[in-house]
């Protein structure tokens, strides 16, 4: 090489370029380069400039695979609150019985009919929260079925595209590239 010779022949050190390996720069006696991994060192056998997009793609799998987890907690999340509200709902259910039943009681006893109407409205009011709660379970169950099909969904699209990445021997392109498009 042109630069090289030039180089020993005047007695100075070589430049540092971005085609040189951290070896080279090292031994040249310039000032280490950082390398290509966004701050984290190069494998020792790798060469720098393919060593970053090894790293890279290994924090795309660790995202991908991240990704998928959280969506399938979210999805038992969502099911726990749906059986939550469902417990609830059976328990409000049978206080709204058991309020029902002491004003029966209590109308047989000769207590003023304010007290047992009032016993059979709070009866009423429970009943209607329970529609709400119904729709409440619902919503969470359909919201767990969601995450399900979003983490089922996103390992269809993306994981033969992650596989073939960790599994193939090919640079891939750096993700400034794909950020431009």
């Not at 060593?51 to 991240?66: E, H, N, Q, W, Y």
């Not at 509200?85 to 002491?102: F, I, N, P, R, W």
Request: with cysteine; glycine share 6%; charged share 25%.
């Amino acid at each position: 090489m042109s630069t090289e010779s030039e180089a020993s022949e005047s007695g100075g050190a070589i430049e540092p370029t971005n085609v040189q390996s951290n070896a080279e720069v090292i031994a040249s006696g310039a000032a280490d380069l950082p390398g290509t991994g966004e701050g984290l060192d190069a494998a020792a056998d790798l060469p720098a400039e393919r060593s970053g997009r090894i790293v890279d793609v290994i924090a795309d799998a660790m995202t991908f695979m991240l990704v998928i987890a959280r969506l399938g907690i979210a999805a038992v999340a969502m099911r726990l609150l749906s059986q939550a509200v469902k417990g609830a709902y059976s328990y409000v259910e049978d206080c709204a019985q058991t309020v029902d039943g002491l004003a029966d009681v209590a109308a047989t006893l000769a207590v003023d009919d304010s007290v047992t109407s009032a016993h059979h409205d709070a009866a009423a009011t429970m009943r209607e929260s329970l529609a709400l709660a119904d729709a409440l379970a619902a919503e969470a169950a359909e919201m767990s079925t969601e995450f399900d099909n979003a983490a089922r969904d996103h390992e269809t699209d993306y994981g033969d595209v992650n596989e073939a990445m960790q599994a193939g021997p090919y640079d891939v392109a750096e993700r400034e590239w794909y950020s431009n498009r």
